[in-house]
Each structure stands twice: as C-alpha cells, then as structure tokens.
C-alpha cells in the first residue's frame, strides 16, 4: 500500500531512481531519461502502426504468389529432368510451372484458393512488422543518436545490416505460430484437411504441443538474420546511391535535397527484396518441410512429408540435396522472387508513406 512508503527522487545523470522507503524495505524504480517522454511513444507507436498496416497491404496484395510458393516449396517430389531420372523418385511432380500452378489451383479451389491461409498470415504480418520496423527504428535511435529518419540514413551500412538483422529476429519469435498456421492451411489444397484456422491451431496443439507452434523456428530464425539484414541493409544501401544520383543529376547540388520519390523508393524496395530472397530461398524451403511434418494432405498432391522426417536442419538440407538435388532446394523460387520484389517495394513505400501521414496527423 502507498501509504506506508515514504518516496524520493534520486537523479544521476541519465538515470533516474524513484525510491520507496518503509521501515522493511527499500524499493527502487528505476528508468533512463528520456523512455517517458511522449515524443519517443509517439515515435513507437507511429513506426508501429505504419508497420503493421503496410505489412498488411503487401501480404494481401503478393497472397496468390505466396500460395504458389508454398505449394512447390513442401512438393516433395523431383520437378527436374536429372532428378526424374533416380531410381528413388517417387513419382510425378503434382505441380511443374509457375503458370500451370496457377491453372491447377483456380480450376480445383477456385479464386479463393489464391488466398488460402491469408488470415493467419495478416495476424502473422501485421504484428511482424510492427515488431520489425519499432525494434528497427529503436535500434538506429542509439546507433545514431537520434529518432530522426534522415538521420539514420547516414548510418553505417554495416549497422543497417545488423538493425536490420535483430529486428527480424524479434519480429519472428513474436508471430512465429501464425506463420506456421498459414503454411499449414496455404498448403493442404482440397479436400481440406483443416475447415479453419481455429482448427488447425486445437490439432497442433493435441498431436505435437505446444513446441509444435515453433515447429521450423531453428531454420527460420536461421535464415531471416541474412534475409532482414540484407533486406534493410541493402535498402538504405540503395537508398544512399539513389540520393547521391539525384544530388549528380541535380544542376545545383547545393539545393538538391534527399527526398526520394515514390518510384525510386518502390525500385530501392523491389531491389532489396530480390536480393534477401534469392541468397536466403533454400532455408525457406526446409522451414516449410518443417512446418507441414504430418500434414495428411490427399494424395493427387503428392508424398506426405511424415512426423519427424528430418532430423535436423542440416539433415533436412542434406535429404532435399540428395533426392532432389539442388533444383530442390530452389523450389518455388521462382514465385517467390516474383513476390519478393513487389513485396518488399509495397511494404517500404506503404511504411514511408503511412508513417509521414500518421507523423503530420500527430504533430
């Protein structure tokens, strides 16, 4: 009860203690300057908001490449000529082109299908990249020194790659059972093996527990500290030669000032996201097997991949290299670049714009 403490304020430096004395204790609250002031909330809450909602507008936008990815990436099956050929294939692959995917699945699930698995992926986006772009911003705040943007611009590339790196990371941990739910029902095709996304979440938990959530969460976390810091990183990266072209092009490069224009922001974003996914696609792949172990999908969609098929990471890796070679590995890549480069360019220009627009409502 606070009527038995008396208080005191202790202010060194930086830091400030807030004291709570009684005759048998001593309780101390401590906080750095600055974490209450409303301008960093409001910072937080706009890197927050713009995060969410334009990691929302590209999931909803890119869904049907992302099904099609998914869909050739748990397709155990050989799709090349030389991998056919072994004597271990165990039969046709259900899925062949990225165009005669598409047929395949408007004929057999219709127009919905192309957005089989969007709920739980929009619960997973939207606090993903709220994490993602909050922790960002915080982590190039100390790196800089300073919560503005054109600020952080300046910053290290080496820096940007390591934002970018850990923000990725938090956001994974933070929303990782949505992204295994929308692989799940992205991926079962019809008949369904789960009605909704509610059911899928009670089998899970019933059959694999609760450590069935993070089912693929080694190869993931894995694969997004390259994928994030080359994505971040590349795009500020991007985002410099693009500002120094505009100040070479400008006739008087004293008045050129660093503002990009939605265009050049859209090719620097499409440009990192391409990078990130066509280095980082093969962990991919083995966080899909992973995350679909046990799915009892029918048959015309080809083998099961069973519970507890790959030992490892690195044995997961090594049985797709030797069974269907390094094409395997690569499955899906070619949608998923398709969808990478729009992906990461409407993500970056819907977050630039949405966080101007909420900072001149704010202000």
Known sequence: MLSLFDTGIVDVGSCVFLCLLSSSKVVVVYWRRGMEEPGQLKRALINATAGALS???????????????????????????????????????????????????????????????????????MPYTAIQFTVLNKLKTMAAGSSKSEDHIHLSPYLSYISGALAGCAATIGSYPFDLLRTILASQGEPKVYPSM??????????????????????????????????????DTFKRWTMAWNHFRSSDASRADDTLSSFQLFLCGLAAGTCAKAVCHPLDVVKKRYQIEGLQRDPRYGARVEHQAYKNMYDALRQILLKEGWAGLYKGIVPSIVKAAPAGAVTFVAYEFTSDWLESILN
């Open 55 to 125: 990691g929302a507008i590209s999931r909803t936008v890119t869904s049907p490449l992302d099904v099609i990815k998914i869909r050739f990436q748990v397709q155990v099956e050989p799709i090349t000529q030389w991998a056919l050929l072994r004597k271990d294939t165990c039969g046709p692959s259900k899925y062949t082109g990225m165009l005669q995917a598409s047929k395949d699945i408007f004929r057999e699930e219709g127009l919905s299908g192309f957005w089989r698995g969007n709920v739980p992926a929009l619960l997973m986006v």
């Open 198 to 235: 509610r059911s899928a979440f009670v089998d899970i938990i019933e059959t694999r527990g609760i450590q069935g959530l993070y089912a693929g969460l080694t190869p993931t976390l894995v694969e997004i500290v390259p994928y994030a810091g080359l994505q971040f990183g590349t795009y």
